[in-house]
Every structure is written in structure tokens, then in C-alpha cells.
């Protein structure tokens, strides 16, 4: 409960300051405090659960959110990002999104998360193990498929349920995290093997056929 109302009340300020001068993500990332691994990781992958292809900043945020849970599996106490990334100054109608969209999210999570099998997400053991979920999930962000559509969900996705498991130490959703691994690795695989043995109509195809089974 104390990490949901701390992300929300971040946001609140966010869009508050950025009325009025622009506010940046490191001042953002800096108000998390305890838990910012988690926190600032559910932070970052809000603009990715979108259907729609961000392109260069796609691989740039799958960067940064690799480096997170390289540096939470690696038990590192103090989060590190290049500057570029705190000096980021998103508007006021961007933060006004992510709060909305964060308001919503946590608000289904309240329903649906619970402290259980602790044990898969307590300690060291919890800290590698979602970590490393998480640098998978930025890794698998990275890729280029910008005419794939939710190539940038599924593994935004994953990430975000290995940082809600550590949060609020609920060992399921990790099990939720592996799934949107394993889900974004075959829809990526089918993807590519299409691509490289049937080439351009394997590609129209994939751009027909989705949204028809999404709209």
C-alpha cells in the first residue's frame, strides 16, 4: 500500500511543478526514495504499455530499465542512470498521462495482489530473480521491430509484474513476469523466423493479421 500511495503522490507533484517550470525525470526518480528500484521501474515502462512502436525511444528506455535490473541483481544499494536520462523534462500533458494511467493500474493491482509465496521474492534470492526478469525484459525491449505491433507491451509488461512482486511481495506475479517473457520471446521468434524464410509477405501478413485479432 505505502508504494502505491508514494508513486501516486510523485506523480501528483510531477504534474503540479511541471506547470508551472519544467520538471525532470531525475527529480521524479529522486522523489522515490525507498523502493526505487520497483518504483522507478513501474515508472519507466508506463509509456511502453501502449500498442504503438516508440522507436528510438524504445531502445533507449530498454537500456536504462537492462541497467535497473542488472544493478538490483547485482544487490547495488543506490540507483545509478546516465544523466541524460534525469535531465529528460517531459510536459505537463505527459505527466498528466502517466498519472492518469498509473491511477488506474494501481487501482487494479490493489484488487489483485497480496503478500504470498515470499519466499520467491524476500531477500537476495527476490532481488536476483526479479532483477533479473526485469534486465531480460529491457533486453527484449531493445530490439528493433517497429513495424511489429506490441513490441513494446509484452515486454513492459514483464518488467512491470517482476517490480509489482518485489513491491509488494507477491511471489505470483512473478510467475505473471516469466509468462509475458515467454510470451514476448515466442511472438518475437514467430516474427523473425517468418520474416527470414518468407520475407515480405510473411510481413504484410503479420501487419494484416493482428489487428484484426486485437480490434
Not at 28 to 53: R, Y
Not at 129 to 142: E, K, S
Amino acid at each position: 500500500m505505502e508504494h502505491r500511495l508514494t508513486l501516486i503522490r510523485v506523480l501528483t507533484e510531477c504534474v503540479d511543478r511541471a506547470e508551472h517550470a519544467p520538471m525532470s525525470l531525475g527529480d521524479a526518480l529522486d522523489s522515490l526514495k525507498t523502493s526505487a528500484f520497483g518504483l522507478s521501474t513501474v515508472l519507466l515502462c508506463l509509456p511502453f504499455l501502449q500498442p504503438l512502436t516508440l522507436g528510438p525511444l524504445s531502445s533507449a528506455g530498454g537500456l536504462v530499465l537492462t541497467s535497473l535490473g542488472w544493478q538490483l541483481m547485482r544487490g547495488r544499494e543506490v540507483m545509478w542512470l546516465p544523466q541524460r536520462i534525469y535531465q529528460i523534462k517531459p510536459s505537463t500533458k505527459l505527466w498528466e498521462r502517466l498519472l492518469g494511467l498509473c491511477t488506474w493500474l494501481l487501482k487494479v493491482l490493489a484488487k489483485i495482489t497480496r503478500e504470498r509465496l515470499t519466499s520467491w521474492v524476500d531477500g537476495r534470492f527476490g532481488e536476483r530473480l526479479c532483477g533479473g526478469l526485469i534486465a531480460l525484459g529491457g533486453a527484449l525491449l531493445v530490439i528493433p521491430a517497429p513495424i511489429l505491433p506490441f513490441n513494446n507491451t509484452l515486454p513492459a509488461l514483464a518488467m512491470l509484474f517482476a517490480a509489482i512482486a518485489i513491491l509488494e511481495r507477491d511471489g505470483l506475479m512473478v510467475l505473471v513476469s516469466v509468462f509475458f517473457i515467454l510470451a514476448t520471446i515466442a511472438y518475437f521468434g514467430a516474427f523473425f523466423y517468418a520474416l527470414y524464410f518468407l520475407g515480405a509477405e510473411a510481413t504484410e501478413w503479420f501487419r494484416t493479421l493482428l489487428p484484426s485479432m486485437f480490434g
